[in-house]
C-alpha cells in the first residue's frame, strides 16, 4: 500500500489513535504494515486506554502494559462474561499499574469470583484514580482506595467499607441498588462529599426498613452539599427527606422516584415536595419509551421528573397532569408539550379537555417511532376515531421518528384545528420511507399539506430543506 507509507509519523500517530479505541481494533492498525507496526510500537499512549470484551483481549492486556512506558494515565474499560482463567490474568497483570490507572469501568456479568479480589477486593490504593465506574449483575465484594476520586459509579456491587472511596474530592455520584445502601448511606454522603454537585442515590426500599431511624438528625443539618445541582433519588421515605434536608435547596434538577405511578395517591404527596421554589412550568414532557417518566422544565430551566420503580406500572399523564393543573396551574402556564402517540393517546384526550392548555402559541411535539396511538379496547370504534386532540393555543407541531406522508396525514387528523390561524408543521431529518431523498419528501409533503387544509402549512426550517 504505497499511498500509506506516505503518510508523516505524525499523521499516521494521530490516524492510530483516533481510528483504533478497543484492544482488538489496536492490534489491527498496527499490523496493517511494518511501518504501522513500528509506530505503534513506540507510541505509548496507543496503548494506554484498554478497552475489551474477550478472552482473547484479556490475553493481550499484559503484551499491551508493557508497551505503555513508565508514565503514561492508564484508561481500563472491560465487560466480563462467562468467567476464565484469562480474567484472573488480564486483572492481575493491572496490580503492579494501580498508581497509574486513572479511570477504571468494570462490568461484571457474573458474581464475584476470585479473579476480581486481586484487583477489587484487595485494599489497594489508586492515588491517581479519577474515575470509577463498576457495574455487576450479582453482589461482588469491593475494597479500595482512591484519595483523588471525582465519579464514582456503582451499581450492585457489595461495598465492604465505603470510607475509602467517599472522598471530599468526590463531584459526581451514583449509586444503584447496592445491597446495604440506604438512607443512613445516603445522608453520610451528603456530609462526607462537600464538593459533590451531582447524585444518584437508587435504593431497594425493601432493604432500607429501619423504624427507628430519625430523619431529622439525619437531614436537618445545615451546609449538607452545598454545591449540589442534581438529585436523582429514591429512598424508602423520599418524601420526608426531601422535606426535612431539601426544602431550602435551589435544585437545577431533582428526580423523584415512586414505586407505582398511575394514579394521584402514588404521586401527590412527593410532588408537594418537589416544586416548592420551582417557576411556572413551560415545558412538559412525556416522551419516555415505556412511559415510566415524565418531565417538567419551569421558565428558569430547573427540571423536575417523576420516575416509576416498578416496571408493571407507569407514570399515568392524565392523573399527573390534573394533580398539577389544580396545585400548580400547570395548564395555564405550560407552551411546550412533548408526547408519544403510542401507548396513552387516549389519556391526552382525557387530561386536556378536563384541563386545556390555556397559553398563546404552544408547541406540540409527537413522536410516531413507536406506531400505533393506543387505542383502549372499546366496542365503538367511530367514537374513538372522532375524539380530536383540542389545543386552543396551538402554534406549531413537530413531529419525530420515521415518517410518511400517510403517518402525518393520519396525526394531523387526530388533531383539531384551533380556528382559522396558521399551524407550522415540522418533521425530523430523516428520509421518509419510500423516497429518494428528504428534499423530495418535504416537497411532497408541502402539497399533501395544502390538500388536507389551508391551516396546515410546512415550517421554515422544513421549506428551506425542501
Known amino acids: 500500500m504505497p499511498g500509506i507509507e506516505l503518510l508523516s509519523p505524525d499523521l499516521l500517530t494521530d490516524i492510530m489513535l483516533r481510528a483504533s479505541e478497543s484492544i482488538d481494533e489496536k492490534f489491527t492498525v498496527s499490523q496493517v504494515s511494518q511501518l504501522w507496526r513500528n509506530t505503534a510500537l513506540d507510541t505509548p499512549l496507543l496503548w494506554t486506554s484498554l478497552k475489551g470484551y474477550t478472552t482473547l483481549d484479556c490475553h493481550r492486556v499484559p503484551l499491551m502494559l508493557g508497551r505503555t512506558g513508565s508514565t503514561a494515565m492508564l484508561h481500563i474499560d472491560f465487560i466480563f462474561g462467562l468467567a476464565t482463567s484469562s480474567d484472573r490474568r488480564a486483572l492481575g497483570a493491572l496490580v503492579p499499574y494501580v498508581a497509574r490507572i486513572e479511570s477504571l469501568y468494570l462490568n461484571v456479568e457474573r458474581s464475584g469470583s476470585v479473579e476480581l479480589a486481586s484487583l477489587l477486593d484487595s485494599h489497594l490504593e489508586f492515588p491517581a484514580l479519577n474515575t470509577l465506574r463498576l457495574y455487576g449483575s450479582h453482589a461482588t465484594p469491593l475494597s479500595l482506595s482512591a484519595p483523588q476520586l471525582q465519579s464514582l459509579e456503582i451499581d450492585y456491587f457489595d461495598m465492604k467499607s465505603w470510607d475509602t472511596v467517599l472522598v471530599p474530592s468526590l463531584e459526581k455520584i451514583s449509586i444503584w441498588d447496592v445491597m446495604g445502601a440506604g ?27 429501619n423504624p427507628d431511624r430519625d430523619l431529622h438528625e439525619l437531614f436537618a443539618r445545615r451546609h449538607l452539599a452545598p454545591t449540589l445541582r442534581e438529585l436523582n ?8 427527606v426531601l422535606k426535612i434536608g431539601f426544602c431550602d435547596t435551589d435544585l437545577e434538577s431533582l428526580t423523584g422516584w415512586v414505586y407505582n405511578g398511575e394514579h394521584e395517591s402514588d404521586f401527590a404527596l412527593l410532588l408537594d415536595v418537589m416544586f416548592p421554589g420551582v417557576g411556572p412550568l413551560v415545558i412538559c414532557d412525556y416522551l419516555d419509551s415505556d412511559s415510566q417518566q415524565i418531565k417538567f422544565h419551569d421558565d428558569s430551566g430547573r427540571i423536575r421528573r417523576l420516575k416509576c420503580y416498578n416496571e408493571d406500572s407507569d407514570i399515568g399523564l392524565d392523573a399527573v397532569w390534573t394533580y398539577l393543573s389544580i396545585h400548580h396551574d400547570l395548564h395555564k402556564t405550560v407552551r411546550e408539550l412533548r408526547i408519544p402517540t403510542w401507548p396513552n393517546w387516549s389519556e391526552y384526550l382525557d387530561a386536556f379537555e378536563l384541563y386545556p392548555p390555556a397559553q398563546e402559541s404552544i408547541t406540540l411535539i409527537i413522536d410516531v417511532s413507536l406506531g400505533g396511538w393506543g387505542e383502549p379496547d372499546y366496542d365503538e370504534p367511530d367514537w374513538w376515531t372522532s375524539r380530536k386532540l383540542r389545543i386552543s393555543g396551538l402554534r406549531k407541531i413537530e413531529v419525530i421518528g420515521s415518517w410518511t406522508l400517510v403517518l402525518i396525514s393520519e396525526v394531523l387528523g387526530r388533531i383539531e384545528l384551533p380556528g382559522s390561524r396558521k399551524i407550522e408543521v415540522c418533521v425530523s431529518g430523516e428520509t421518509p420511507e419510500g423516497v429518494d431523498s428528504l428534499s423530495l419528501g418535504l416537497s411532497a409533503l408541502q402539497r399533501a399539506l395544502t390538500e388536507l387544509a389551508e391551516n396546515w402549512v410546512l415550517c421554515a426550517h422544513c421549506i428551506a430543506t425542501a
Open 233 to 240: 433519588l429514591h429512598l424508602r421515605e423520599l418524601e420526608s
Open 183 to 209: 438512607t443512613e448511606l445516603f445522608s453520610d454522603i451528603l456530609m462526607r462529599c462537600p464538593r459533590a454537585w451531582s447524585i444518584t442515590f437508587i435504593s431497594n426500599p425493601t432493604r432500607d426498613y
